[in-house]
Each structure stands twice: as structure tokens, then as C-alpha cells.
């Protein structure tokens, strides 16, 4: 072969040394992980030293791990092997009941300590009134729409001024709980039924569903004192927690079983040849996950107890989520912080939503392309940057300075920050909006529906996930948020703040205080990692919640 | 925004009252935004102009007030002296902004690099949301972080550190900025058509050469832009900087050369040495006059507002420096 002799001459012609590119390579890599590892370290450090594992018996985590890690493990496994979808669904089905625990243990403190359920019900009745009064008028086509407008509006009005303090002092009134039953468990029955309507094709089943619903919160209600909860509490837990999974399975188990019967038929008319219990496992037997892990930590509960096994001596407990601050590292806790931050989301979230929501609609399906919208456009991406310390700025001067409202407190905080989370919600919303296919807009304008009906019936269901998505990641940056709190004056030591105009405090915030007004060793050592836990803790829920919701959404799309 | 074909279908309703009452109510929310920016602007100049002895009289104010020419050029920020010099707190920024962009624009860059051209899928999908995760931890809990863990680390190595340092705080404000560096590049280096990626494979390089001789320059505007962001962002970090910085305002050992009468200042090996002191960031500065009941409106509260507008002249002038560069990338390749 003549070229044998070339292949001598030229050798090394057209090798390229591997050695820079994959040095490159590799640098990248530690580049790209570097960040990561240092906040995981950091992280890992943070909880060492709020949970201190290290101070518990070695039996207990004995006992922990063979009543609880290997017996998820092991049908963890199973569910792996045995289904398609099995571990998802017994993740979802876990996730479900702690998340609803986690938020109804929110709601509940609110109705304990902040809105007593007889004001509550006062507003429930005077909204419900003007709600009621749209319902039937609107069975009037002749009547013009501004005489509607005003209407409703004196309605409102006179309902809001009258209706609560009647209420408040009417002469017999449910207990507490009771109260909670009736305004909280219609809504969610109701609920439960147009969700099962949408899912099921099966009215009467559907209705049996619903009212099912309401008998077990009320039954959740008045059973919750057996297990050392207070009925407030049970009725809550019980809606946020029981209600949804159990919701959760049924879908689950039916869905699966609805799919299995069609791959049935298709597989009789001799179309699909895969058979049906091959290609539908029974994905729901994931349900049982959370049945073995919940039951696990139970059984290891009374087993740690029966044996003795002291458990770590975690800073991160009962006493300090229910304490307020206190002057000793030992004795402090958080609970006016908690409460506090969830005034100002409870605020945020109000004040935002229809606002972000609203200037998103605008920008996308009403503004004319004219310089005065790129203004617009411009101007918001550039609020986006700006520091959240110069929203407190703003906030100080146009809310305390200005309008002369005391500093410091739960409107005025959850206020500036709503400003400040708006830009994100805008941007985020404008996107949701614009994934809405054209091909949506054009069909419903092709019926002859106007703009209105068109964004009200079509543009904002089919844009809500991912609005909802983007919301709640802007409340996850709330929260975390202290510059614009300090700046508009919150005080450095608060109780809980019981009305808007009560001066407020937030979880970051009570860490800033920690770490600067009390900045001693123990404040460092004990309460300071606990407080950081928590307020992370709050974050990474808010945050799996939101990206669970994406991912979904995403599919569906 | 509206096509043709729908302004046709709805021209005949958009009139009535309850496609108007909609229209308006949306409009007014968008119209928020420009107010929002109309408040910060008005209140920030407003509040200023009380500080200045310059305007003060414009807005009604008498009595204590700082010279403007004092706040610009001053070296030392005392309040209780009354000298308000606003450099030293400049220079604590600066002395952030410049530790955190050592950390954060080359850590940045190369993920955006890594994550453009290397990672597969699956590893992207993986790693992109756990660099969120890095800014999305609330900044408080960086500035705890550098105080309890990353200062003692220090220590092992800088045995004369202090308790409240520039270096532990640009530490962590370099990493919460990094994902603000990697997204915007990446998104740069992704819109580089793969043409010129192709071009050069075709011409025998190697993936090497590609990245850093076609994408990267391919890329520098949307690299460049996404660096004046991470900078402002850094700039504008407020609670990690008062916490782990401290509060002492210093303006950092320099060289002086004078240059036709004109003193110009330049970086020696001394100047180094501010990392490891206590200094004190213009957010810092004004955390720190928060911390104090200032309500009544003396001049320390009024200088509050100088700072702030100070801040957001920085930051929204290197915004709209990115935002501009940032079109420009967008319009060389699309």
C-alpha cells in the first residue's frame, strides 16, 4: 500500500492533543459546581448546628432506621420496580399531607391568634351579600351595566359597614370552630365537586364526593380533640391535609383504573397487542407510601419513648417556633416573626396579584405598539433592578412621610413590599400570558367574544398555573426580604402584630436583629442557626410547591 | 399586543361600559409601574433636596444641611462629627463590588460556558435550577453565613482578620450573584447561531477552540451585559454587606501620583489589605442609620435619602448600560 510510507511521514498530522480540551473541560466543571458546593457546605454547617445530630442516642437513630429509612427504602424499591409511575405518586401522595400541614398550621394560627372566626364570619356574610346580589342581577339583561355597576357598589358598601358589627353582636352565634366549618368547608366542598366534575364523569358520585368532603371536615372538626388538637386547628388540618390527599387518591386510583379499561378496549379490537395489565400498572399502590412513612415515624415515636433513646437536642423546636423573643438564646423563638411574615405575604399576595396580573393583561393584549408601551416595557424591567433597599426608601417617604401612617407597620411593610415583588410578578405573568397560543384568542374572537370575555374565559384559566407559579416564587423573594422591613422603620423587638396597623415583624428580620442587637455567642450558637432553618425551610417549600406546580403545567402544555 | 384581525372583531364592542371598565382597570395597573418609578425618583430627589444646602431653601428647609461639593468629595463619613463624606462609603461598595466580580465573573462565565456548550441536557436540567438556588436564599442568611462560618475559615489563613470583614462579605455576595452572570451569558451564548459553531468544527478545531475562539467572542455583548448586572446587583446588596462588612467607613490605603496638579490615586499592594478590615458599604451605611429610631427627620435621616439616590443613580445607569448592550446581541443574531 502506497500509503504506508505517507502515513510514517505525516505522523502526528491531524492529532490533536485531548490534554488542553479536557483540563478545560474539567475546570468548567468545578467552575460550574463550585457555587453549588460552597452554599451546600455552608448549608449542611447551618443545620449541624440548629439540629446538633450529633447529641442523640445512638438508638435512636437505631430504632429510626429500621422503622422508618428501610422501610422506605425498601417499598420504595418495590414501587420502582413493581410500577411505572408508582414512586411518583407515592411522592406526590407524601408531599400532599406535609405540605397541608405545613400551610393549614398557617391558617390555623391566623384564626387562633389574629382573626377571631366571629369577625371572620362578619366578613364572610358581608362579602357574600354583594356576591349575592351580582348572582341576581345579573338574571336582569335589561338593566344597564353602569346601574349594575352602581348597585353593587352601594352594596358593597353598605354590607361592609353594617354587616360585620351586626354580626358581632348578634345574639347567638356557632362556636369557633363551627364558624370555620360552615365559611371554610362549603367553599372547599364546593370546590371539590366542580374539580371531581371536571375529572369524573359521574354527577351523582360527584355530589356524594363533596358532601363527603364537608362531613369529614366537620367530622375532622369535632374529632380532633381525641388526638390533643383544639377543634380550630383539627378543622383546618383536616381541610388542608386529609381533604387533598384523599382527593389525591381517589383521582389516582380512578384515573389509572379509567385508563387501564380503555387500553382494554383497544386491546379486544385488536389494535394495540400490548396487554393491559403490562402497559397500566397500577400506579396507585404508591399511596401506600406515605401510609409506611407516616405510620414509621408513629411506631418510632412510641419505640424511642418506650427505649429511652434521648433524640437530638435540636434548637429548631416546639418551644422555640412558639416563643416569642426573649433576651436569653435559650427561651427565644419566632412565633411573632412567623406570624408577622405571614401578614405581610397575606398582603403581598393580595395587593400583587390582581396588579402584576393586571399590567401583564394590559402589555399583552390591550397595548397599541406605540413609544408610550415600550416606556412601559422598559420601565419595568428596570424596577426589576432596582436595590429592595430603595423600595424602602420609597416606601418610607411615600407611606410615612407622605400619607403620615405610622413606620413600621404590617400595611405599610406588606405594601412596599408588594411594590417590590411587583415587576417580577408582571414580568412573570406576561410570559404565562404570551405561552397562550394565538390560536386560543383567535377562536374565542371568532364566536364573537369581546376582549373582556375573551381574557376573563379563555387567556387567564389557561395562563393561571403559570401566573400562580410566578407569583409564589416572587412571595419566596418576599419573604426572604429585610433591607425595605428596616428601612420603613420595623422595630427591633415586636409582638405579635394583631391588625394592620399593629408595627410588624418578619422572620429575616428577627435573624438581622439576632445577629446585630443581641449578637452574643449563645444567640450565634443556638437560636441564630435555628431561626435560619426555619425561615429556609418556609423558602424551600414555597419553592418546591411553585416548581412542582411549573412542572406540571409544563406536561400538561 | 392586539393584531389587525382582532382589533377588526372587537372595534364594535370596545366601547361599552364593561369593555371600558375592564381596558381601564388594566391600563391603570400597567400605569402603576411608571408611577412606581415616578415615586422613587420624586421621593428620593425630594427627601435629598432637604439635605443639601444647596436646594434646601427650594423645599423649604432651614438649618442643618450638607454642601453638595462636601457629600461628593469628602473623606470621612461621621455622623455624629456632622461630616458626611459619602466616598469612604463609594469605596466600601467598590471594594464589594470588586471582591465579588473577582469571585463571581469567572465562576459565572465558565458555568454559562459549561452549561452552553458541554452539559447535556440532563445535567443541565439538574444543575440550572440548583444555581437559582443560590440567589434565591434570602441575603440575610448570607450575611449570617459570613459571619459564622466563612470569617473563621479566614482566620485560618489571615491570622489578623477582623471580626467584620470585606473579604467574607464579597465572598458571599459573589455567589449569590454567579447565577445572575451564568443565565444572561448563557442565554448569549445560546442565541450564537450554530453556523458559526459548525464553521468552525469544519475548519478542524477543536471544541476548545470553538468555545473560547467563536462562542465567547460571539457572545461578548450578552457576556458584557450580563457582567454590568451582576455588578449592579452587587452594588445594590444591602443585608449581607451590613451584616458581615461592618461599620466602620474606610477608604483604603492608595498610592498617590499627581499629575499636572491633579491628584490621581492608584492601587498599591496596601490596598489589599482592606479586605481584611472592617468597612462600610453605602447599604451598609444606611442599614445602619435605620438601626436607630430616625423618625424626627434630623439631618442623619435626610442623608439616608442622599445615599439612597446615590445607589440608584449607580444602579440604574449600569441597567440601562446592560439593557443597551443586551440589544444589541439580541439584534446581531435575530
Known sequence: MATETDRSTTEGFGQVSRTVGTVFRYLLLVATLSGIVALAVLLAYVFYDAVQPDTAAPGWYLVYFLVLVLPMVVVGLYLRRRTERGLTVGGIALGIPVLGVLFGAGVALLFIDIIPPVAWLGYVIAFLIPFGTIVAIER????????KLVIVTAVFVGSMLAVPGAVASAPILPADWLILVLTLGVPVAVLVWRFLGRTFDAPRWNRIGAALTFVVIAGGGAAAPIIGLGRTSGTVLTMTAVVPFCLYAVVSRYTAAIEADTAATVDEQGVETVAADEQYRPDWLGLGFPVVVIGGMFLGAFLVELFGFAGPQSWVDWQFLTSPHRNAAEEAGVYPAIVGSIMLMIIVALVSFPLGVGAAVYLEEYAPDTWFTRIIDVNISNLAGVPSVVYGLLGLGLFVTYAGSQPGTVLVGGLTLALLILPIVIISAREAIRSVPDGFRQASYGMGATRWQTIKNVILPEAFPGILTGTILALGRAIGETAPLLVIGAPQVFDLPTELSARVGALPLQIYVWATAFASPDFFRKALPAGVIVLLVIMLVMNSVAIVLRNRFERNG | MGSEFEEQLTTQTENAPRELLARVFFFVCAFLSILTTLGIIVVLITESAKFFTLTAPLVGITGKTANVVDFLTGTTWSINEGKFGVLP???????????????????????????SEYASPRVRAYLKPALEILAGVPTVIYGFFALKYITPALSVFFPNIDFFNGLSASIVVG?????????ISEDAMNAVPDELRQAGYGLGATKFDVSIGVVVPAAVSGIAASFILALSRAIGETMAVALAAGSTPTLPAVGIVKLAGVVIPYPTTETLSIYLQ??????????????????????????????????????????????LIAARYREEYE
Do not use: E, H, K
Open chain 1, 140 to 147: 336582569y339583561r335589561s338593566v344597564p351595566f353602569i346601574a
Open chain 2, 89 to 115: 462609603l463609594v469605596a466600601g461598595t467598590l471594594v464589594i463590588v470588586v471582591g465579588s466580580a473577582a469571585i463571581a465573573l469567572p465562576l459565572g462565565l465558565a458555568t454559562a460556558i459549561y452549561l
Open chain 2, 175 to 183: 455567589i449569590m450573584i454567579i447565577p445572575m452572570v451564568s443565565s
Open chain 2, 278 to 323: 472592617s468597612i462600610q458599604p453605602m447599604t451598609g451605611a444606611m442599614v445602619q442609620l435605620l438601626f436607630g429610631d430616625i423618625t424626627g427627620g434630623g439631618l442623619a435621616y435626610r442623608s439616608l435619602f442622599a445615599i439612597g439616590l446615590t445607589l440608584f443613580v449607580m444602579t440604574l445607569a449600569m441597567n440601562i448600560i446592560s439593557d
